[in-house]
Structure formats: C-alpha cells, structure tokens
C-alpha cells in the first residue's frame, strides 16, 4: 500500500470558466492557470504522483510548454491511470476536499466523482469529494482562490496476477 498527499490552489479571474473535477461550474469567475485551471483534478494527479513517487505535476506537464496550454487537465489522469499501470498499482480510495467561499458546490460533486471516476477506471464509491468554505481567512475567504486537497491510498498490483488479464 501506497499512500499520496497534495494540494493546489488557483487565483480566481474574471470571464475565465471554473472548472473542477472535469465539471464546469456556473460562476462569474474561473481559475487562473496554464491548463484549464481545475485545481481538484491537479490535486488528485498529483496525489497519485506522489504516492508513486515520480516527481510533481509541474515534472510531467511544465507550465511553460505550450502543448498543456488551455488543456483539459482531466486528460492528465489519462497520464497517470497509464503510470499505475506501468507500475503495477491501482487506486484504493481518494478522498478530497475542495475549499472555497463561493459558489457552493454541492449539487456538483457527484458530477464530479462520475467524471473522475470515469477516466481513472475506478467505482465512484471509491471518490469522495467534499466542499467548504476557508471561514473568510486567506484568499480562498477572501473570495480570491479555490483550493483542493486530496489524499490517495494506492495497493500493489501483483505482476504475475496482472499478466493474467
């Protein structure tokens, strides 16, 4: 077993669309950033990463090349679906969080954990997504950020059991 810790956190900007978990969210603001911004589905690539200790997201997909620019970060856990593989793991559970004042989140997460779920290969009972607020402290209270969280708990896929398949 493997576990993997990471956060993200993007810059509101206006006009830009929000999008977290592969889902876009109405709402006058957007996340700023080299990609499509989705700060969750950075969190969780990058989770996954560390757990299997290959470096950053920036290592694998640097924010100064242009072939990531405006990208859909859910093709990032396309990349990181194929490094479990290679290294014979597979995902347990994820658990996120996602910290922000607005706009409420509830009636997208499940949206969320079925994108998400989709593109690892993974049951949706195996994602948790949770929202809230940072209580009006730093920028995600000050409305000026969004930030998400996601641990990942990964299990060893034993060689010979995967050349089965």
């Given at each position: 077993?493997?576990?993997?810790?990471?956060?993200?956190?993007?810059?509101?900007?206006?006009?830009?669309?929000?999008?977290?978990?592969?889902?876009?969210?109405?709402?006058?603001?957007?996340?700023?950033?080299?990609?499509?911004?989705?700060?969750?589905?950075?969190?969780?690539?990058?989770?996954?990463?560390?757990?299997?200790?290959?470096?950053?997201?920036?290592?694998?997909?640097?924010?100064?090349?242009?072939?990531?620019?405006?990208?859909?970060?859910?093709?990032?856990?396309?990349?990181?679906?194929?490094?479990?593989?290679?290294?014979?793991?597979?995902?347990e559970n994820l658990d996120?969080?996602?910290?922000?004042?607005?706009?409420?989140?509830?009636?997208?997460?499940?949206?969320?954990r079925e994108k998400i779920?989709?593109?690892?290969?993974?049951?949706?009972?195996q994602i948790s997504i949770?929202?809230?607020?940072?209580?009006?402290?730093?920028?995600?209270?000050?409305?000026?950020?969004?930030?998400?969280?996601?641990?990942?708990?990964?299990?060893?896929?034993?060689?010979?059991?995967?050349?089965?398949?």
């Open positions: 077993m493997r576990i993997g810790f990471s956060k993200d956190i993007h810059i509101l900007k206006e006009g830009v669309p929000l999008i977290l978990g592969g889902v876009q969210i109405p709402y006058e603001f957007g996340l700023e950033s080299h990609s499509d911004g989705d700060c969750l589905t950075h969190a969780i690539v990058e989770a996954i990463f560390g757990a299997l200790n290959v470096g950053d997201l920036g290592k694998h997909f640097p924010p100064n090349d242009d072939r990531y620019k405006g990208v859909s970060s859910l093709s990032f856990l396309d990349y990181a679906k194929k490094l479990l593989s290679e290294k014979h793991y597979e995902i996120c969080f996602i910290s922000c004042e607005k706009p409420k989140l509830k009636d997208f997460l499940d949206k969320m779920s989709g593109k690892l290969g993974i049951s949706i009972d949770k929202a809230g607020t940072n209580e009006g402290v730093g920028p995600v209270g000050e409305k000026k950020a969004i930030e998400a969280y996601c641990v990942v708990l990964l299990k060893e896929v034993k060689w010979w059991i995967k050349k089965l398949e």
